[in-house]
């Protein structure tokens, strides 16, 4: 069991917890999740990692309720204990695992757009820990779902804030901040954009014209998290790759996100998963016990 040691909404319907799991914190790294289940016969929802304390043995998680796993979840208070809490999964974030020299010559920019401001977080906090500032951009809807805001002010070199009606920092969508900046003379070598899909689809439609090098997590379309089901297939540069196996990270301007956007909406029906197993063939992983896939 895994104790649930600190709970709080963030935001409406926005939640965040500090979760005593010593392994994971011991080895995890910024850009890879983990697997919760709040009972032994519960959902298996994964979340990418927002912060993790190595010494104090804790992960923190951020998530919103999105159906009925997360509610059972937002539901659980500090001292209550998760029955499983899996990790690190994923393929760590490409700063990590490149050499440091290189990572200190190049020039970052991050968009995180509402929860996915969560696994922006760690990279920007790993960055500032290498003596390496980047810009953040951090927009919402409106100014009461702007989330981290003072933990991301401690790490970023630049923080712009933005919301969609305006009500607090800049107006307009992050699109047009990352146009504005480049306006200005602003110069990166490498975008990190991290939020809903539509929103990582315009910001890399936004960075291909600046020809800024964009990374994308597709940590929205996981559900088992294991390869297994096969929810989260999609087309990287014109060869089917699997968000939690392969990534979740990929190179946003060869995602083919109209295809995954399509495909995440047809899974979530049980008629949509079985056309999606008679359709991609021997292709389809199956294993999620609902599509046929696996039989």
């Known amino acids: 069991m895994y ?39 519960s959902e298996r929802i994964p979340l990418t990692i927002c912060d993790y304390d190595r010494e104090a043995g804790t992960i923190t998680i951020v998530f919103q309720i999105v159906g009925a796993g997360t509610q059972m979840m937002a539901q659980m208070k500090a001292g209550d204990a998760f029955h499983d809490f899996v990790g690190p999964l994923g393929r760590p974030s490409e700063m990590i695992t490149d050499p440091i020299e290189e990572v200190k010559k190049r020039k970052y920019l991050f968009v995180a757009g509402g929860v996915g401001t969560a696994p922006v977080y760690p990279q920007v906090k790993w960055l500032h820990e290498q003596g390496i500032d980047a810009d953040v951009i951090v927009g919402a809807k409106t100014k009461d779902l702007i989330l981290l805001e003072e933990e991301m002010k401690s790490v970023a ?31 990166y070598d490498v975008c990190v954009a991290i939020g809903p899909m539509i929103m990582m689809k315009f910001a890399c439609l936004t960075t291909k014209k600046f020809e800024i090098p964009t990374i994308v997590s597709m940590n929205p379309i996981m559900v088992d998290g294991t390869g297994m089901c096969g929810a989260c297939r999609l087309t990287v540069g014109g060869e089917v790759k699997f968000a939690c196996v392969d990534g979740p990270e990929f190179d946003g301007h060869l995602v083919d996100f109209d295809q995954a956007m399509k495909r995440q909406q047809i899974y979530k029906t049980q008629e949509g998963r079985a056309y999606l197993a008679a359709k991609e063939g021997a292709t389809h992983h199956g294993g999620c016990g609902q599509c046929g896939g696996d039989q």
């Open 3 to 41: 104790k649930i040691l600190e709970a709080k909404e963030l935001a409406a319907n926005i939640f965040e917890m500090v979760v005593s799991a010593e392994r994971v914190a011991k080895s995890c790294q910024p850009g890879q999740f983990i697997i919760v289940r709040t009972s032994e016969d």
């Open 157 to 187: 070199g630049n923080l712009y804030i933005t919301t969609d009606d305006g009500s607090y920092g800049r107006s307009g969508l992050v699109t047009k901040v990352i146009e504005d900046l480049v306006a200005e003379g602003k110069h």
